[in-house]
């Protein structure tokens, strides 16, 4: 699939999607909850059907009816086959730690696509052996991996600099524990992701707690209860639409997203929006975005939200002077090189850019040029050719890439302004 896409501005409103990083955490904690969880606004993206997919070989008998999905968990069974997480690295990395959880004598494996199977899974095998596990993987550290029953438990330490998902595996699986389990991850990146994994945790009734930090995290074993829950909106994913408002001198409002905590965690793209210049308003659950002048120049440390990088450095390319963007290294760990990507993408665009020691500089432009390019079937780097292109013009090739997170994510942007022609 080819998208067009022509100078535009946008305007209006527009639904939040729903959060694939929250909708895959309560997926696999509902299959641990012995009973039924009710789980409404569940997203269509592929990550979660793939973990949805997971969940069932573990043993969860999975109902589905308009609007809400059923799932009745407990014991968690030996799958009878390779479970596939196509390009989940979150659903792969949790699903690793649930085959510690199986029957002993018994074991699961867990593999990917071509994407998947390149980025690096010994953070999470690290964390399982210490913790007293059996867990191997077939390819020096990459997928797939073999985990076998048995969790005893115990303290970890692991290096949390390229990601913080094995500290999610482990939480989730120390439910089930025989000892509990304690996590210790100096250097941890995306510390917004391991307070997510809690707050859902605590839906389910886990015994959980971190530090401030989120460096130190422990778990006891847990009668997780089954819940009824709405999955809220992304605001990761609502950060693009956002980013259009002021790459496009445009105004939307996106409704359906929870309130902005005082933690860390994508919510920070409103401060960060403010930062650039914008007028940002958030109000029972809407966000208003509204610009009207040039961007300005921002110094930002993403180490936290490494997602909001993509749509942020967008903004930066149309911004007035040098932009700086710090603690960035972990991004080259991501579906794609997502640092080759950014400076590739800016680069076609015309936009000049360097990446330096987990940073990157961008120095903003007002003459840009159109840019044809090919989603490396990686979701964000589409999106974030989408906010220049909204701007300038572009046409991306393999745009399909989005349904990994959000499908409807070109008719969304049509809705709002976006001239788009599709092939």
Known sequence: MK??????????????????????????????????????NLPDADDVQASLEAIEAFGAEVSMEIGSITV????????????????SGTGARIAIG??????????????????????????????????????????????PVVSFGGLPGGIAEVDGSVTSQHVTSALIAGTKSENGVSIRSPNLVSRGYVALTVEVME?????????????????????????ELE???????????????????????????????????????LDYLKAFGAKVNYY???????????????????????????????????????????????LAYKESNRIEQIINTLKCFGVSAKYDAGSIRVWGTVSLKPCVI?????????????????????????AECVRKSWPEYWDVLKRIGVRILEQ
Not at 72 to 87: A, C, S
Not at 317 to 326: H, I, K, M, P, T
């Open 374 to 398: 090919t989603c490396p079937d990686d979701h964000r780097v589409a999106m974030m050719a989408s906010i220049l292109g909204a701007h300038i013009g572009a046409r991306i090739d393999n």
């Open 284 to 330: 029972s659950g809407s966000v208003e975005v509204r610009m009207d002048e040039r961007p300005k120049a921002v110094r930002l440390n993403l180490r936290d939200e490494p997602d909001l990088a993509l749509p942020l450095i967008a903004v930066a390319a149309l911004a007035e002077g040098e932009s700086v963007f710090r603690g960035l290294s972990h």
């Open 231 to 269: 999955i809220p909106g992304d605001y990761a994913l609502a950060a693009f639409p956002m980013a259009l408002a002021l790459t496009t001198k445009g105004s939307i409002t996106v409704k359906g997203l929870p309130f902005p905590s005082e933690g860390p965690g994508d919510h920070k793209i």
């Open 203 to 227: 839906k389910f009734g886990a015994s959980v707690s971190c530090n401030e930090s989120f460096t130190e995290c422990s778990v006891q074993p847990s009668h997780l209860k089954p819940v």
């Open 3 to 40: 998208v067009t896409i022509q100078p535009s501005r946008v305007s209006g409103e527009l639904n939040a999607p729903p959060s694939k990083s929250w909708a895959q955490r309560a997926l696999f904690l509902s299959l641990l909850a012995e009973g039924e969880s009710e789980i409404t």
């Open 98 to 143: 649930i085959g510690t959880l199986v029957p002993r004598g018994t074991g699961s494996v867990i593999t990917g696509n071509a994407s998947l199977r390149r980025r690096p899974m010994t953070p999470v095998i690290e964390t399982f052996r210490a913790l007293g596990a059996d867990v191997r993987s077939l390819r020096n550290g990459l997928l």
């Open 72 to 87: 009745k968990g407990g014991d968690v069974k030996t799958p009878e086959d390779v479970i596939n997480l196509r390009g």
